[in-house]
């Protein structure tokens, strides 16, 4: 695990976007796994850049994200794949067509995470993931928990995650309370990890997640037995 401690936001997402940048020139058809959360925005914006200026090319990278609220279409500006469209993706030159978010409006959800994970392995898997952390050590909406959950399944919010994840919305009531959530399959079998912590609410869990034992009760442990992971952390 490589594991850097930055003091700045705009130094963690600058340093996160030199490795998915990198990742992208060393191979231009990546398949990225996108996260959404306030930590990637800079991140996005970095990357965002370095496009405007013809350093980088999205044009044959696809994406996979990690997650979507359940009953949030992709015209809602709360739901995960509209953050992406107005974030990162129309502002780049991916292709639409080569962006996937799971539909968190499926009639059948079942089958929606059942063909997720089914895209995920036709692509070859997941090249880089970039990961952010929720208070509670989840990881996607991998929600603390008695065991691992392998596949991409529909997740019953925890309280902790409806307030941390209310200052985006109206008012608590209004945060959906499941989401579909890729598994620790995808995420684990991903090549390269990277995840990014900011902020000193994260402090005590990036403690946890990493230096801590592996336990599904804290789900961002896991990623300790990944081959090749990369923390970003900015305790500011
Ligand atoms: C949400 C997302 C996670 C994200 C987490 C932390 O719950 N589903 O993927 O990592 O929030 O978000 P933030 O970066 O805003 O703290």
């Known amino acids: 695990m490589k594991f850097i401690t930055v003091d700045s936001y705009e130094k963690l997402s600058r340093q996160a976007a030199n490795i998915i940048s990198a990742q992208v020139i060393i191979k231009p058809d990546s398949v990225l796994g996108l996260a959404t959360g306030s930590s990637p925005l800079g991140t996005y914006r970095q990357l965002i850049d370095w496009y405007e200026k013809g350093d980088i090319d999205f044009s044959e990278c696809i994406s996979v994200n990690l997650d979507e609220y359940v009953g949030l279409g992709g ?27 799971p539909n968190g409006c499926a009639e059948d959800l079942a089958a929606e995470c059942e063909k997720y994970d089914a895209r995920i392995a036709d692509l070859g898997g997941i090249d880089l993931q970039l990961l952010g952390i ?18 991409t399944h529909v997740v019953e919010l925890h309280e902790s ?3 941390a994840n ?4 109206e008012n608590e009531a209004e945060v959906p309370r499941r989401a579909v959530t890729m ?5 684990m079998q991903a090549k390269k990890i990277l995840l990014i912590a900011s902020g000193k609410n ?4 990036v403690e946890k997640a990493f230096f801590g034992p592996i336990t599904p ?9 990944h081959p090749d992971i990369t923390v970003i952390q900015c305790l500011n």
């Open 75 to 101: 015209e809602n500006d709360q739901s995960y794949r509209y953050f992406m469209n107005h974030n990162f993706f129309h502002a780049i030159n991916i292709k639409p067509e080569n962006t996937f978010v």
């Open 134 to 151: 929720g208070l509670d050590g989840h990881i996607g909406f991998n929600e603390p928990d008695d065991y691992f959950v392998k596949n």
């Open 161 to 163: 995650t409806i307030k």
């Open 166 to 169: 209310s200052r985006f919305f």
């Open 183 to 187: 598994g620790m399959v995808s995420i």
């Open 202 to 205: 994260k402090r005590d869990i």
């Open 217 to 225: 009760k804290i789900p961002a442990s896991i990623l300790q037995l």
